[in-house]
């Protein structure tokens, strides 16, 4: 379990950049490797750093399969569906994933079949393997330090084999949500977050610099064979004792 690699840069704009370029590095060097990108999505701040740039980029899309870290149980025709977001860049009007290699939450079955049905897909996807391993997940981070639908105190932080879970009682709005959960997010191979603003200075020191005490859900990503990037801003990481630029 490597120590994570921080990145800080100027701009967000920058973060955006950085962010696609090791996407499609990583991307491609599975494809090259495995013979597809198995890639896990969140919403929020990732989903408008990635759907700016990474529509444009060059890669075997065809060879990307696509899921998401978590998802809120809500129509499809909702404006908080973090599937439709990126459907809308990455697959519609001419977008270059095809539409069969992004895989959404069924948002039409109750909450709990949601979940068994995404990890049955997933579990097919990966070969029927008790552990999938992604190729690379895209995480965000709230400012209570939860990353995915994984809150603080919650229940959900202790589950040690499902790899997909419901969860019904979400402190943060819609309560009705799907998502992975700590043995599968930490047995990927890469995992990124990307933060920027003075806004979330606060919480970036408490989850890379904590003083001990139970750590925050974004502190507990951690892949145990794999790798683990920040990219920040410089506003984000003003808190930072200890900043490296690459």
């Known amino acids: ?31 090259e490797r495995d013979g597809r990108f198995t890639l896990g999505l969140s919403g929020g701040s ?52 095809p539409s069969e290699n992004l895989h959404p939450i069924n948002p039409e079955l109750p909450v709990e079949d949601a979940a068994k049905a995404y990890k049955e897909e997933i579990h097919a996807m990966f070969g029927g393997e008790n552990l999938p391993r992604f190729h690379l997940l895209l995480l965000g981070m709230g400012p209570d330090g939860h990353t995915c639908s994984l809150f603080p105190g919650h229940p959900l932080l202790q589950l040690s084999s499902e790899i997909i879970a419901p969860i019904s009682d979400s402190p943060k709005p819609p309560p009705k949500r799907v998502t992975m959960t700590f043995p599968m997010i930490n047995n990927c191979e890469c995992a990124i977050f990307a933060s920027c603003g003075g806004g979330k200075a606060e919480i970036v020191k408490k989850v890379l610099e904590s003083d001990g005490g139970e750590p925050l859900p974004a502190a507990r990503v951690r892949p145990t064979q794999g790798e683990l990037i920040w990219i920040l801003d410089k506003a984000a990481a003003s808190q930072l004792k200890a900043q490296s630029h690459i």
């Open 1 to 31: 379990m490597a120590a994570p690699t921080v990145i800080i840069l100027e701009s967000e704009t920058e973060v955006s950049t950085k962010l696609c370029d090791i996407v499609i590095e990583k991307a491609n060097s599975a494809i």
């Open 46 to 97: 990732m989903a408008k750093f990635l759907c700016n740039g990474l529509p444009s980029r060059k890669t075997a899309w065809s060879k990307w399969q696509v899921f998401f870290c978590d998802e809120r149980h809500v129509p499809y025709t909702d404006p908080e569906c973090t599937y439709t977001i990126y459907k809308s860049k990455l697959v519609d009007n001419g977008g270059p994933l």
